[in-house]
């Protein structure tokens, strides 16, 4: 199965506004495609990982963990092992990345799948 992961923080500015409308247009352009689609939200409200799906779009909304920015690498790392989760070994994976700042999710993915 073909699976586009689009990575997205939900506290930062550029999530609400840039980013958030470049997602709702990827997500448009995607809608009637082969792509399995799921957005990522990171360091969500939540309290504990959420899964939903919306108009044939998957939601997976990961908490945030106190002390963040001391702690962002760790915080990325265990990210990268619940997205593996999601990906079985046959499958044609993308993960889409709109912050610098997640490279160390994507440095563990290439490390794990």
């Not at 506290?11 to 352009?29: C, D, H, M, P, V």
């Not at 990961?62 to 990210?79: E, Q, W």
């Amino acid at each position: 199965m073909k699976k586009l992961f689009v990575v997205n923080n939900v506290f930062s500015a550029a999530a609400q506004y840039g980013i958030k409308t470049f997602i709702r247009e990827l997500l448009g352009t995607l809608a009637d495609t082969e792509y399995s689609v799921t957005v990522v939200d990171l360091c969500s409200n939540c309290q504990s990982i959420e899964s939903e799906t919306l108009e044939g779009i998957q939601y997976l909304r990961i908490p945030t963990i106190p002390n963040l920015s001391k702690n962002n690498d760790r915080y990325c790392r265990n990210v990268a092992y619940i997205l593996a989760t999601y990906v079985k070994q046959e499958d044609e994976v993308i993960f889409h990345f709109n912050y610098l700042h997640h490279r160390m999710i994507a440095h563990t993915l290439k490390q794990i799948l």
